[in-house]
């Protein structure tokens, strides 16, 4: 039997500790499955956990090479990712990033498993454009997720005739919103977009809700709140009054309705004790492919491992999961999903096969950034 | 004058590579290029095949190795200037080597050896920049333009001050006021003026005179 060592790495701790439990036990129920089926093949996992803390990533990522370790599964966020891919790529080893980001990237030591824009936000984009909704508010965690997120959604709306009624940004893990809530029931959009993570967007629902409801608002109805990364956990951390009519454009949810979604869940639920989400679900998929492709490679060296894992095809919770050669991207299965009370998702839609990744959106958009309008108001 | 929209997607776009072919299949900067949706081609080695090459600033893009023995054609690429943008290929940080590149038009640079993660940056300024180097150039030759027909301006004013007996401002105001129903600039507007008046009919005296008479 052949022991390999793999880090995870994963923030189970801190300001979005809630998703980054949820991603480190999907990558451990995927272990226990890839031991169990390949009885020549051990994984062998170590944990770190850096708490949400950008400085402490590195240094712990370090630790993990030092032991010997090649292959890291981790990060969430896209700055915690970009501070740890020169020591990856210094020490040739391979970081799997299972999250959805917001793309402009393809590291030659990094392998995607999350959604990239073309598989999340655009067809989010799609959904309330044919739902009629023009005007949307824009609120977000302050870096590059939201940044990038709203440029693309700026860029995809205005070109369609819509407006972004305005834009708010708030330090991760802030919880001050009393004034963004004002903002955006001052503005009345058709809809908000919310790019705030963790504890930020779970106070950010209750208070919305609270608001709208003061003012006898049907928020779910008037102006429900989209996003491309609320997820079933999450909607535990929100007041239960305000759980559901929440918007989620993701390539994964626990109501899907198949045999292999049904036995993930059930082994996630017996090791977690919670539901299964979409970074659970992107993180075991990081650990399975991972561990099909060691198997193949018959041991740890990255090129090989890359290049074994470029041809496999995995029956994935979400449906066929392969990746794209030239990105390292996966192929996944783009849905819209609204949230219930109970803390699920109602599928509202999804793609009829996987969607290619388009990490540069080079097939998604076009050449030229949107022309701006210079005119203004004059007396 | 509008706003450049900057390029942001650069798919169908083509990279003439003006280096050695690398040994081996897996280039970084070949397969990071495909990448971004852009074709690939191996630059002509000789100078008559360069002079033929259809270039075209929409479409084409050079990467230029500026290492010396890298890129034999490099002072023939200097003197033609191609009508496209360049980035270039840098492996020694060296002023001579960097100053070749600066005269062949570079306007990014991607150091050696080549990281893909890189090539979008590179392609984002070299691209753009160039663009907007195109168009301050095409301001400036205009604001030139204009400028050399500021003497055909001064003596359209002159020329209405005398005919029409107005101050200059209003001479100005009434030629401005022309030009725009001509739709021309007001430069041209005055040049055509001119150029329509018998040489008798310039003024005949200075315009602070003039001014001094309507005083």
């Known amino acids: 039997m052949r022991n390999i060592a793999i880090g995870l790495l994963f923030s189970t701790s801190g300001p979005y500790g809630v998703v980054g439990q949820a991603m480190h036990n999907g990558a451990l129920v995927a272990a226990e499955e890839v031991n169990r089926s390949n009885p020549a093949l051990r994984l062998q996992v170590v944990h770190a956990d850096p708490g949400g803390d950008l400085q402490r990533y590195e240094p712990l990522c370090r630790d993990l090479l030092d032991r010997g370790i090649r292959h890291v599964v981790g990060c969430y966020t896209s700055s915690s990712r970009k501070e740890l891919i020169p020591l990856i790529e210094h020490r040739d080893a391979l970081l799997w990033y299972p999250s959805h980001y917001e793309g402009f990237e393809s590291a030659p030591n990094v392998i995607y498993t999350g959604a990239a824009p073309n598989q999340h936000i655009i067809p989010l984009i799609e959904h309330v454009l044919r739902q009629r909704r023009r005007r949307i508010f824009c609120i977000g965690s302050n870096y590059i997720w939201a940044w990038e997120n709203n440029r693309i959604l700026r860029e995809v709306l205005v070109a369609q005739g819509g407006t972004v009624a305005g834009e708010r940004y708030l330090p991760v893990g802030d919880i001050g919103l009393g004034q963004v809530v004002d903002a955006i029931l001052d503005a009345a959009p058709d809809c908000v977009f919310s790019t705030l993570i963790g504890t930020s967007a779970y106070r950010f629902f209750s208070m919305f809700r609270a608001a709208c409801t003061k003012r006898g608002i049907d928020q779910a109805t008037a102006m429900p709140v989209l996003s491309c990364s609320l997820s079933e956990p999450e909607l535990l951390q929100i007041e239960p009054g305000a759980r559901d009519g929440h918007i989620s454009s993701s390539v994964y949810f626990s109501s899907i309705v198949s045999a292999e979604n049904r036995r993930f869940v059930d082994a996630y639920t017996r090791h977690a004790h919670g539901d299964a989400s979409a970074d659970a679900e992107a993180s075991y998929v990081a650990v399975r492919l991972l561990g099909l492709a060691l198997a193949e490679a018959g041991g740890d060296d990255i090129a090989a491992v890359s290049r074994s894992a470029a041809g496999q095809v995995l029956r994935a919770p979400q449906g066929l999961v392969r990746l794209d050669p030239q990105t390292m991207h996966a192929w996944l299965t783009p849905r819209i999903g609204r949230s219930t009370a109970e803390g699920r998702f109602d599928i509202l839609a999804e793609a009829a096969a996987p969607v290619q990744p388009d990490p540069y959106l080079v097939r998604s958009m076009p050449k030229l950034e949107p022309a701006q309008a210079h005119l203004r108001l004059v007396s | ?215």
């Open chain 2, 1 to 215: 004058m509008s706003r450049l929209r900057l390029i942001q997607n650069f798919s169908g776009l083509r990279a003439m590579l003006f280096r050695p072919t690398p040994d081996s299949a897996s280039d970084p900067l070949q397969h990071g290029l495909a990448r971004l949706g852009v074709t690939v081609e191996h630059a002509p080695e000789q100078p008559d095949a360069l002079a033929e090459l259809s270039l075209c600033a929409d479409r084409d893009v050079l990467i230029v190795d500026g290492d010396p023995g890298a890129c034999a054609i490099l002072p023939l690429l200097i003197e033609l200037k191609p009508p496209v943008p360049v980035i270039g290929l840098i492996g020694m940080e060296t002023p001579s080597r960097l100053r070749l590149l600066m005269e062949a038009g570079a306007t990014a640079m991607l150091r050696k050896p080549v990281q893909s993660g890189a090539l979008y940056t590179s392609l984002y300024l070299g691209i753009n920049g160039y663009r907007q180097r195109q168009l301050a150039e095409a301001r400036i030759a205009e604001h030139e333009r204009r400028r050399r027909g500021r003497r055909g301006l001064v003596k359209a004013i002159l020329h209405v001050m005398q005919r029409d007996g107005l101050d200059d401002d209003t001479a100005f105001e009434t030629l401005r006021r022309d030009a725009m129903r001509a739709r021309l600039g007001i430069e041209d507007y005055c040049d055509n003026l001119m150029q329509t008046l018998p040489r008798q009919c310039a003024p005949a005296r200075a315009p602070f005179k003039q001014e001094r008479d309507h005083g």
